[in-house]
């Protein structure tokens, strides 16, 4: 339901599009009219065959689908023996748009006629010869040639010459005739815009009545009736149309404002949008707002924020009229979740049998054997990342001179900064990332983050010798073209660039960055063009935008560099351009005299301004605090260290404690059990200062997302630690692996904004339950994985040992298979009710949500697979447990990084898809060589 500010309506359009053929005749002496109607889904790459067969009276007709084009775009196709066409760009109230003037017709075009050799009254004239074309208008204008900004006026009805790819202003019509004129045929070509929104689409059809055959093309785009084409044939009168279909509401809505807020300092990065609406009925009139996930629910209809128009002027509603509907389907889901929850807890469930069984299996159980062999394998992660050794000894000892102290580069990385997508952040939070991303590391020849961002804006010109752009090892064509050497772990930023000073690394980077499926070749170059670009930002202030304009609309903040243009006067000019240059020289001062009173008045002073001018959109002192701590110890980056020495550990202990009794070693198997959950403990602090830190749950990006599947993952392994404390030790193992992935070169960890339909307490519903659920899935894979090396590993001495062991982890991965597979369905038929109370809808075959729904029956199969006699073995069980979760891997990485849908709010680069038959030819592989000691030793 489209409304422009100001105007009020009470029609709204079907989501589907309809085909609507009306036959007029005469029937009994009567002018009288069948409709026939057919809702269609149209799309070019699926079989779209129809046909509608029936009769007016006693004449027959059939209709039948010809073609369809997908994003239509007009085009004169050339041919001599075609009419004369003269195209026509103007711009209309959704933009750009085209048309073609035909010879000897008159066009509408936003209620102004036009006419192409054919003089009609009131319509701007065109008239096109072989020798001259001029242009008549009843309306006074003037016109600028865009070649050389020649400018005339264009007077009214005045026969003047025609000004090709020139702007014509007449009247209230903006518009330009890019080219000549030419003979053809209309036609229309496709677009081939998959993504694209508003596309007009072309449907053709041919009628064949009373022996003769005619063909109709019909334009139709979604939130609009289309327009009409009618046929004659014989006596009858055939009109169609393709388009959506038009319901009148019992009452009319008037749009009095439409308010999108921007995230500070941005131009389209929406935080919310929001239309603010009078309801006029007979028996009531009342003001709403509605905005994402705030619905206008009035009798039986409900108003979602769907969309609204470029210029911000005008809305799009989505509407919904199914009350009883609603809440049958909400009654519906409310028992599934209850039936679903209930499994885990009634006595009779499999749930409960596996419990029992786990018991039983506990009590015979005496050692732990053969677990040795599984974990000495397993290597350690740490990784050693030595201090680049300076080869300039010179620059090494300008920088230790000039640098400055912990407390003082403390204050100046307390003032807020901007960021590009609107985030107000400590400049402690760029510093540290700067370090990070560049350099790979925490600190810098003994200085911390803000002491070396001081450092770089005070002395950029030393800072650009300085090797400390970390290089990924194994790539020698980056050193090679950079000229440095190729064992060389760090590049300084001199490096990149020749003497001319052009880029070494432009001529590799355009192909690169177009490439969807980059190799390693073109990651790496990516990866340090990143680096490089950051840097640069540091080097020369660009980054630091730190000066709020003082009643700016969007809350912008600037740099230094963009003070010129920003429109700051008075007062506040003259303070903002001189307080960065004050503060550096008393910098540079206090360096040699070591009193730094004068600097942190400046420091001060330059704070107050932020406060005064940019209060609105300023993070809390604490909130300050909390995110510079956060930095500090970056406990996410040290968390799969600390999980994976806990966990080997743990299973080291354990195994020595199977050929030796030693109290002293109950007592270490416990204590590592401790210090694995006081990690989790960390880990569960961790995500809560980082959603006090933004705002908003953690999971919300790629990021987010993997280490809450970590915090699931790790919260169910010490949920089932009664049971097993091999489970504990898997678990750690898993949230360590799960961890690292979150810093993968294309995962990035910054704290970002949230986008306006994630700005719902759904997100800590749907969201937190259903990529929850991929904690308890990713502990049955692992398990899975310890069962079948079990079965490897057996003989006849210690078979009946390994027996009860497979039997204690299949049944904790078959428990923990049903917990995540509960959690998923319900965090699935969450999600639909999100959907229906963000956008009225329930269901869309969103990739996501189709993915999330393969993955549902997926596992439902695993944990039924008992009832199959072929599939009841341990084996079996075990194996698929690691085989489905594929199904999860692609639900989160598939989904996210290679496909286009809703759920695009945690996308980044796309990857290749080789991973999936690697995995799959991995463990098919590893089941082929556990299958035999399988068959050996326990299939019956």
């Keep these: 339901m489209p409304i422009r500010e100001g105007a009020t309506e009470n029609v709204f359009y079907s989501d589907k599009m309809y085909l609507t053929i009306f036959v007029d005749g005469e029937y009994q002496g009567k002018l009288q009219r069948r409709t026939f109607e057919k809702a269609l889904r149209l799309s070019p790459v699926t079989n779209n065959e129809f046909s509608i067969s029936d009769n007016f009276d006693k004449t027959k007709f059939n209709l039948k689908y010809d073609n369809f084009i997908m994003g239509a775009k007009e085009v004169i196709k050339p041919d001599a023996k075609g009419s004369l066409y003269f195209k026509i760009v103007e711009a209309g109230a959704g933009g750009r748009e085209e048309h073609f003037l035909k010879e000897g017709e008159v066009q509408n075009i936003h209620n102004t006629l036009f006419a192409l050799n054919k003089q009609t009254a009131g319509a701007i004239n065109i008239t096109i010869t072989d020798s001259i074309s001029t242009i008549q208008t009843p309306f006074e204008g003037g016109f600028m040639r865009m070649a050389d900004k020649l400018q005339g006026r264009v007077t009214k009805d005045a026969v003047q010459p025609l000004m090709m790819r020139s702007l014509y202003s007449i009247g209230e019509m903006r518009f330009v005739f890019p080219e000549p004129a030419a003979k053809g045929v209309m036609g229309y070509d496709s677009k081939n815009d998959y993504k694209a929104k508003g596309n007009s689409d072309a449907l053709s059809l041919k009628l064949i009545a009373e022996g003769q055959e005619k063909t109709v093309t019909l334009i139709g785009t979604k939130g609009r009736i289309g327009e009409p084409k009618t046929v004659k044939i014989g006596k009858l009168d055939y009109t169609f149309t393709y388009g959506n279909k038009a319901y009148t509401l019992p009452f009319s809505i008037k749009l009095n404002d439409f308010v999108a807020q921007k995230y500070p300092g941005t131009e389209r990065s929406f935080s919310s949008f929001e239309s603010q609406v009078t309801v006029q009925d007979k028996s009531d009139v009342f003001d709403y707002r509605i905005y994402m996930n705030n619905i206008l629910d009035y009798k039986g209809y409900r108003f979602f924020q769907s969309s609204f128009d470029p210029d911000e002027k005008g809305t799009i509603l989505s509407v919904n009229h199914d009350y ?28 409960a049998d596996l419990k029992r069984k786990l018991d039983v299996v506990k009590v015979k159980k005496e050692n732990l054997l053969a677990m040795l062999v599984l974990f000495l394998s397993f290597g350690t992660f740490a990784q050693n990342h030595k201090s680049p050794l300076l080869t300039v000894r010179q620059i090494n000892s300008i920088i230790s001179k000039n640098k400055v102290p912990e407390a003082h580069a403390a ?52 800072w650009i010798q300085v090797p400390m752009i970390y290089i990924k090892s194994g790539n020698d064509s980056i050193r090679k073209i950079i000229g440095i050497d190729k064992k060389a772990k760090f590049a300084s930023f001199l490096n990149f660039f020749d003497h001319a000073g052009n880029y070494k690394l432009a001529p590799y980077l355009d192909a690169a960055y177009k490439n969807a499926n980059p190799n390693q070749f073109e990651k790496d170059f990516v990866e340090t063009d990143k680096k490089v670009n950051l840097m640069e930002s540091a080097l020369s202030g660009s980054i630091l935008k730190i000066f709020p304009i003082p009643d700016d609309a969007n809350n912008k903040w600037v740099s230094y560099p963009e003070l010129v243009n920003s429109g700051i006067k008075g007062m506040e000019a003259k303070y903002t351009s001189s307080i960065l240059p004050l503060y550096f020289e008393s910098l540079n001062n206090a360096t040699v005299s070591h009193d730094y009173k004068q600097t942190d008045e400046l420091l001060e002073s330059l704070k107050g301004y932020q406060k005064r001018f940019g209060t609105k959109v300023m993070p809390s002192e604490d909130k300050i605090t909390s995110e510079i701590l956060y930095n500090k110890y970056d406990v996410f980056q040290k968390l799969p260290y600390w999980y994976i020495y806990a966990a080997i550990l743990m299973l080291f202990f354990t195994i020595l404690k199977i050929f030796k009794e030693r109290k002293i070693l109950n007592v270490l198997i416990n204590t590592m059990h401790v210090i694995i959950a006081l990690l989790f403990v960390l880990h569960t602090v961790a995500l ?26 790790m919260f169910f392994g010490l949920v089932f ?27 990035d960890p910054e704290i970002g904004n949230l986008q306006p339909v994630l700005n719902s307490y759904w997100l800590m519903i749907h969201v937190a339950i259903i990529v929850a659920s991929y904690g308890p899935f990713a502990l049955g894979m692992i398990l899975g994985i310890v069962s ?95 085989f489905a979760f594929i199904s ?3 639900t989160y990485f598939g989904v996210n990084f290679h496909l286009v849908g809703l759920h695009s709010y945690a996308s980044g680069e796309a990857h290749s898809l080789n991973w999936i038959g690697y995995s799959l030819g991995t463990i098919t592989l590893f089941g082929a060589i556990t299958y035999p000691k399988y068959r050996k030793y326990y299939k019956k």
């Design 788 to 882: 079948l090396l079990l079965i490897l590993f057996t003989n006849e001495k210690n078979k009946p040992k390994m027996i009860l062991n497979i039997k204690e982890l299949s049944y904790i991965n078959e428990m923990a298979l049903t917990v995540g597979l509960i959690m998923l369905t319900v965090g699935n038929f969450l999600g639909g009710q999100w959907a229906n109370e963000s956008w009225g809808r329930y269901w869309g075959w969103d990739p996501k949500e189709t993915w999330a729904l393969i993955s549902i029956m997926v596992y439902a199969f695993v944990i039924h697979s008992r009832f199959v006699p072929s599939l009841r073995g341990k084996w079996a069980f075990n194996l698929m447990s690691i």
């Design 888 to 890: 999860i891997l692609f």
């Design 411 to 462: 204050k100046f990385g307390r003032l807020i900064v901007q960021d590009a997508g609107g985030r107000m952040k400590p400049i402690n939070t760029f510093s540290s990332e700067l370090l990070r991303k560049v350099s790979h590391k925490d600190t810098y020849n003994g200085m911390n983050s803000d002491q070396v961002f001081l450092s770089m804006i005070q002395d950029g010109s030393t």
């Design 324 to 351: 009883w509907g609603t809440l049958i389907t909400y009654i519906g889901y409310f028992m599934l979740f209850f039936a679903m929850i209930a499994i885990l807890f009634t006595k009779n469930s499999r749930f």
């Design 688 to 713: 809560i200062a980082r959603w006090y830190i933004s705002g908003h749950a953690p999971w919300s990006n790629a990021y987010e997302s993997i280490i809450y599947v970590a915090w699931a993952t």
């Design 721 to 747: 630690d009664r049971k097993s404390k091999l489970t504990v030790a898997s678990s750690a193992f898993v949230a360590a692996m799960i961890l690292t992935a979150a810093y993968m070169n294309w995962i």
